[in-house]
């Protein structure tokens, strides 16, 4: 049984940082691709950023330059680093898992952006 559970959301306000980690359980993790993604009310889910196995990086556009994605395949983890965050980082962010066809989800960890 997959499971992706995130972690480290809450409330912080405008400049401020957080670190979301995703702990995964049921997959050989090393062998996935890892992503955060996140969803606003009333809007589309939208990448935020993409590790592949070997490492190599991949970010959204409004991101870039504020956020780092990494991972400790000892761990079973990805993490997201989230610096400068601004109120439009406002949203649900998951925890994907990806490998060929097959793609898994966590249930998400809100981050508020707000002074």
């Known amino acids: 049984q997959v499971q992706l559970v995130e972690s480290g959301g809450g409330l912080v306000q405008p400049g401020g940082s957080l670190r979301l980690s995703c702990t995964a359980s049921?997959?050989?993790?090393?062998?996935?691709?890892m992503g955060w993604y996140r969803q606003a009310p009333g809007q589309q889910r939208e990448l935020v950023a993409t590790?592949?196995?070997?490492?190599?990086?991949n970010y959204g556009d409004s991101v870039k330059g504020r956020f780092t994605i990494s991972r400790d395949n000892a761990r079973n983890t990805v993490y997201l680093q989230m610096n400068s965050l601004k109120p439009e980082d406002t949203a649900v962010y998951y925890c994907?898992?990806?490998?060929?066809?097959?793609?898994?989800w966590g249930q998400g960890t809100q981050v508020t952006v707000s002074s």
């Open positions: 994907n898992a990806r490998l060929l066809s097959f793609s898994a």
């Open positions: 049921g997959i050989a993790f090393s062998n996935f691709a």
């Open positions: 590790i592949t196995t070997r490492g190599t990086t």
